[in-house]
């Protein structure tokens, strides 16, 4: 009886010593509370600002983007032919006695960038034609199936897109606007470069005159070779005047209001091979070719 008295006195005891006061599980509970939020505190993350225009101090907003950072062209923002596409089976624009046919497969994503592929491929198109090149354009604009959207149109505002261009003779990579209509003119080419010169930009304005014929105004610039390298080509177009900018530098301006355009415009980025302007391409260039593009941006004056 004794010594079971003492092994029960014993084992109260320890039981009431087992939790020390000063043991994580004696804390209270709002001091393991504490503790734990100080232990998974998630740091205050800063906002990344939108993009502004390179080179540029105004206040913009941003209307519309694409970074092409994913595995597949967004259609949603993209068409890969002109609104004539014959049936969405490809199209080119034979005004110009262009030699390639546009393919949706000409048009890739890779790494972060959209490239637009040129290549020596014989096809039998839709419109009955024999092409010799197939290559790649995206265009903001309608389609041929969807002749009521628009898709994305904007009337003034500045527009930038990052490029690398590619080399050799017969090849005509293009960064330009067209009316939301069914007109081809007025046309703004804000870069065409014809790559056997590829360190000359050429900058135009095609606009209607009340008779039927078109007139231009169209500047020259000459750097480097934008083949080796990243660039940005850009247009701020206002009511007043239009600024072409390459690297964010003023390159050229037009002023004459009467035929600065004034009607929603969609963009156009391709890679024509061949016709009246460049010539056919040679032995001299290489296919595959690229004409590769980080983004497009386009902001409206906040």
Not at 114 to 124: D, I, K
Not at 159 to 180: D, N, Q, Y
């Amino acid at each position: 009886m004794k010594m079971s008295r003492l092994f029960w006195g014993w084992l109260l005891m320890c039981i009431g010593c087992s939790v020390m006061p000063n043991s994580p599980s004696a804390l209270t509970t709002h001091e393991t509370l504490t503790l734990s939020a100080t232990q998974t505190a998630i740091p205050t993350l800063t906002p990344v600002p939108p993009p502004i225009p390179v080179g540029q101090q105004d206040v913009w907003k941003l209307v519309f983007r694409d970074e092409f950072d994913g595995t597949v062209l967004d259609i949603s923002k993209w068409r890969t032919c002109y609104w004539w596409d014959w049936n969405n089976q490809g199209c080119t624009n034979s005004g110009n006695h262009e030699l390639e046919w546009y393919q949706p497969d000409e048009v890739l994503m890779d790494s972060g960038n959209l490239r637009l592929r040129a290549q020596r491929r014989s096809v039998v198109a839709s419109d009955g034609n024999s092409y010799p090149f197939t290559s790649g354009m995206i265009s903001s604009g309608r389609s041929r199936e969807d002749p009521v959207s628009n898709g994305f149109v904007f009337q003034y505002g500045y527009v930038e897109m990052k490029a690398k261009l590619p080399s050799g003779r017969g090849l005509w990579p293009a960064f330009w606007m067209l009316p939301a209509g069914d007109e081809s003119k007025p046309e703004v080419d804000i870069m065409e470069v014809l790559s056997d010169a590829p360190n000359t930009v050429h900058m135009t304005l095609h606009y209607p005159l009340g008779n039927g014929d078109v007139g231009r105004a169209k500047n020259i610039w000459v750097g480097p070779d934008l083949s080796t390298d990243w660039h940005t080509f850009a247009l701020d177009w206002q009511p007043n005047r239009m600024v072409w900018y390459i690297d964010g530098i003023e390159r050229w301006s037009y002023s004459d209001t009467m035929y600065i355009p004034n009607q929603p415009m969609y963009l156009l980025m391709n890679l024509a091979v061949g016709g009246d302007w460049p010539g056919a391409p040679d032995s001299t260039t290489m296919f595959p070719s690229y004409y590769d593009i980080d983004y497009i941006r386009v902001w409206k004056h906040d």
